[in-house]
């Protein structure tokens, strides 16, 4: 059994390659941005994204600069962009070995992000793009492909769906319901 993890994408965004970072120029975000002016201009939302980001982006690249949310958006689409085929060789490999049909694969997340929607970074706040995280489960042997659950589901019903496609029996007590017979 494995059973990797990726932490990225995750703040600073700043892990991806640089080959990975040439994809996504900055420039390209400005048009995809809101406004910024509320947050700009109420002092205290400000202090708290200047501080963040000098918690986080204290980097060769920017220095003592806050860098501008199309900057750090561009680098969050590099981190995907950069996770995204690492999952991909994880996936080839195991079709290399025949056992791609085999295995269990679950891609989710813990949280969204947020860039500026709203005035609010990071996941400090339960928006839809910060609470809506994807559930992907592949296991042909269990899950048919293509099948969506249009049912509303919770992070804590990913161990008893875990469970009861390995054929184990969910220990009393845990929160969540096993996603497999929706």
């Known amino acids: ?3 990797p993890i990726y932490w990225d994408p995750h703040a600073p965004y700043t892990q991806a390659p640089d080959s990975h970072k040439e994809l ?3 420039e390209q975000y400005k048009p995809l941005m809101r406004d ?3 947050l700009q201009e ?3 939302m400000y202090e708290v994204y200047r501080h963040f980001h000098n918690l986080h982006y ?3 690249q920017f220095g003592d600069r806050v860098p ?3 900057e750090v958006l561009a680098l969050y689409d590099s981190e995907i962009h950069y996770v995204d085929e690492r999952i991909g060789e994880v996936i080839n490999t195991l079709e290399h070995l ?3 049909d085999d295995t269990l694969i679950v891609l989710t997340s813990d949280h969204g992000e947020a860039f500026g929607e709203a005035g609010f970074f990071e996941h400090w706040h339960c928006a839809r793009n910060i609470a809506r995280v994807p559930l992907i489960i592949h296991h ?3 899950v048919p492909e293509g099948r969506r659950i249009q049912a509303m589901t919770e992070s804590v019903d990913v161990l008893p769906t875990v469970l009861e496609i390995a054929g184990l029996d969910a220990p009393g007590g845990i929160c969540g319901r096993s996603l497999v017979s929706l």
């Open 140 to 142: 042909p042997r269990s």
């Open 1 to 3: 059994a494995a059973l």
């Open 98 to 100: 025949n056992i791609l």
């Open 68 to 70: 501008s949310n199309h």
């Open 42 to 44: 109420n002092k205290i």
């Open 36 to 38: 910024q002016t509320l």
């Open 58 to 60: 204290h980097t060769p």
């Open 24 to 26: 996504f120029p900055a």
